[in-house]
């Protein structure tokens, strides 16, 4: 089955530094990688998603990017406010079929003011 | 409130009892998931419905665990016979794979916790 890795497992950050997450996956048939943010107590939210026909894609200040061939996709967020202080999961299903998520360990991101 | 939601929020039980728990899935969402997440880590997978369908359970489901979606709209989770490692968050969530729907994005409930004592 799939397997995902996802460092690091903490990072701390300045306000206003950028902030990068990378995740591994092992399934090459894996064709959909989302990304969500969970605040303490709250529900993962989807922050944002890449399909394997895309090898980028951004919203505001958060971009992932894809690279089908060495199995990895990272998060990227630029211009850090306390607020993006969470825990952030990378996961990937073969999504075209809208399976199972596998996802990553997660990483707890603290933006220090 | 149109999102996921589930019921009850928490649930404090003695080892050995059985426990049920609900998730309502956003209404036109077809596709219905139950994920088990433990504090540190990501969620796990345990199984899926499309539909009243179940059409994929998690070798971590073992017998003790029950899923069942049986008119396609709300699903429940039952675990029998609880154990101390049963204590996790109980995470839902749903999804439409729908002609002309996004196909993927899987909306999370705010979970079950459950303490096993």
């Known amino acids: 089955g799939e397997n995902v890795e996802q460092h690091p497992s903490t990072l701390s950050v300045q306000e206003g530094d950028s902030a990068v997450i990378k995740c591994t996956y092992s399934d090459s048939a894996s064709n959909y990688f989302p990304w969500y943010k969970q605040e303490l107590g709250k529900r993962p939210q989807l922050i944002i998603d890449?399909?394997?026909?895309?090898g980028e894609k951004k919203d505001q200040r958060i971009a992932v990017t894809l690279n089908k061939t060495a199995k990895h996709f990272s998060l990227h967020i630029t211009e850090t406010q306390p607020e993006d202080s969470a825990v952030y999961f990378c996961a990937a299903t073969q999504g075209a079929a809208g399976n199972k998520l596998t996802f990553g360990g997660g990483t707890r991101v603290l933006v220090k003011p | 409130d149109t999102g996921v939601s589930q019921d009850p929020r928490h649930k404090i039980t003695k080892r050995g009892q059985n426990v049920t728990f609900r998730c309502d899935p956003i209404s036109e969402h077809n596709r219905l998931y139950w994920y088990r997440q433990t504090l540190g880590q990501g969620p796990e997978f345990l199984t899926y419905f499309q539909n009243e369908a179940q059409l994929e359970k998690s070798r971590l489901l073992s017998d003790r665990f029950s899923a069942e979606r049986p008119k396609g709209s709300f699903s429940t989770l039952e675990i029998q016979r609880t154990e101390q490692g049963d204590s996790a968050m109980y995470l839902c969530?749903?999804?439409?794979?729908?002609?002309?729907?996004?196909?993927?994005?899987?909306?999370f409930g705010p979970g079950t916790r459950l303490t096993v004592l």
């Open positions: 969530a749903s999804s439409s794979n729908l002609a002309g729907g996004p196909g993927n994005e899987q909306f």
């Open positions: 890449i399909r394997s026909n895309v």
